[in-house]
């Protein structure tokens, strides 16, 4: 990955755009160890992936695009990943 030629500079927010595909379950485990600890140093983290049970185990906030608009921001503590699912495809809680 080259996500330590961006470590090098000094930005304040980073975006990570379906990072874990087709990589194995060591280097998820370590990339989520580095975007914790990112956060936690006060980094802005954007991720965007497919992969809910991802999401709701990294991410504080959700917000859930359909058709090119947000139609869902969430906490990621109180959403589970069959609510995403529902947003993902355009249906809407009963």
Same mark, same amino acid.
């Given at each position: 990955m080259a996500i330590g030629k961006w470590l090098r500079g000094d930005?304040?927010? $980073?975006?990570? +755009?379906e990072p874990?595909?087709?990589? +194995?379950i060591?280097?998820?485990q370590d990339l989520f160890? $580095?975007?914790d600890q990112l956060a936690q140093q006060g980094k802005g983290i954007?991720?965007?992936s497919g992969e809910f049970s991802e999401l709701v185990g990294l991410? +504080?906030?959700i917000c859930v695009l359909w058709d090119g608009r947000i139609v869902a921001e969430l906490n990621a503590?109180?959403? +589970?990943?069959e609510t $995403?699912?529902?947003?993902s495809t355009g249906g809407t809680p009963q």
């Open positions: 930005a304040q927010v $980073l975006i990570f +755009d874990t595909k087709g990589v +194995d060591k280097a998820k160890s $580095l975007i954007i991720y965007a991410c +504080d906030r503590a109180e959403v +589970d990943e $995403l699912l529902l947003f």
